[in-house]
């Protein structure tokens, strides 16, 4: 594939993510913080996302599977991943976050569990998009083409 | 960049507990030229600062950083964070003689009016709903500005070096304006508006001391270029 019609994937695929409400405009906060002296700083930040993510998703689930759930712990784990989500502008898995809490606030264990099932999904949806988001724009850089923040603004 | 643009970088403490938030709020700031250090909580910030378990470090044998050696212009923390929450950090920073005048400003991803009021009642200079973005930093230079001033004036009066100057009355006085980030506006242009008048402003004062054969010169040992700890 030619340099161009790589650019225009990327920038067709990338537009399909906040189409789609997986991104919101917070994540289009995020290319203008890197530059020359910091030129990874949004896989960066993504990469943290997933760690954190990753840890408390965990978390969660070992909290839940417990035989008395202890919604003050929940609770907190949930916050945080709002929390984060919100920071990179996954809205989707925000949204099914604020949903989490407000059962948690029920104390209601199996809507929690449904809750956790779909903070998941909705976490491996944008985790894989952007994964595959990276990997066109280094299919780009790779072939001597450039990357600039206004490729990711519209 | 020269020495007289050095002078003028603020040194921000950030205090949260999220990774991410972390990450971006340190790299927020780097971007508004602010030399960063991040801590993870407000026990780590009143360490930081010199004051462990809340009393004012006199004893000898404290952490290494002592509150002299280390200028903090502002602190900016998270409200939410277990243990000690950033409003019980403000409460504490407020009661210290030492560092009730360091402005500091609360963030939230929650917008909860009662909470808002309550920190504002507290002494925090501002509240920012999270996600924070560039522009909301730009309504912390005239706080750091203020403060950074005012500690040099009273350096000043302490080595008997006391410039005359006019009183700092607000921003405008000062000739530096807070730009708001227009959308068409690179954030690198925004930066360099405001570094330009603050250099500008320096090199004023300078200009007037020197006329009136005083030094602005400050001993403080300063940290080096843009680099940010992480504690």
Known sequence: MELGQMQKSLQDYTKSLFVEGILDSQFLQLPQLQDESNSDFVSQVVSLFFQDSDRILNDLSLSLDQKVVDFEKVDPYVHQLKGSSSSIGAQRVKNACVVFRSFCEQKNVEACHRCLQQVKQEYYLVKNRLETLFKLEQQIVASGGMISAMDLGF | ?231
């Open chain 2, 1 to 231: 960049m020269g020495m007289a643009a050095a002078e003028w970088k603020f040194h921000v403490l950030a205090v949260d507990d999220s990774l991410v938030d972390r990450k971006l709020i340190e790299r927020l700031l780097q971007k508004s030229s602010c030399q960063v250090t991040t801590v993870d909580s407000g026990y780590k910030a009143l360490e930081f600062l010199g004051l462990r378990q809340g009393i004012e470090s006199n004893d000898p044998t404290a952490l290494s950083t002592s509150p002299q050696e280390v200028e903090v212009n502002l602190i900016i923390t998270d409200y939410c964070m277990p243990g000690m929450t950033g409003y019980d950090l403000l409460k504490k920073l407020k009661e210290s003689s030492v560092f009730k005048n360091i402005p500091v400003v609360i963030m939230s991803s929650e917008n909860v009016p009662a909470r808002i009021s309550r920190c504002l009642e507290e002494g925090a200079e501002e509240f920012f709903l999270k996600p924070v973005r560039l522009a909301d930093l730009n309504k912390l230079k005239p706080h750091m500005m203020r403060t950074k001033l005012k500690n040099q004036k009273l350096e000043e009066i302490e080595n008997g070096t006391e410039a005359v100057e006019p009183e700092i009355k607000g921003s405008e006085d000062m000739g530096i304006k807070i730009l708001p980030l227009q959308s068409e506006l690179e954030p690198k242009q925004v930066h360099l508006q405001v570094v330009k008048q603050e250099e500008e402003t320096l090199s004023n004062n300078k200009r007037k001391s020197m006329e009136e054969g005083l030094s602005t010169d400050r001993p403080l040992p300063r940290l080096e270029g843009g680099i940010a700890t992480a504690v």
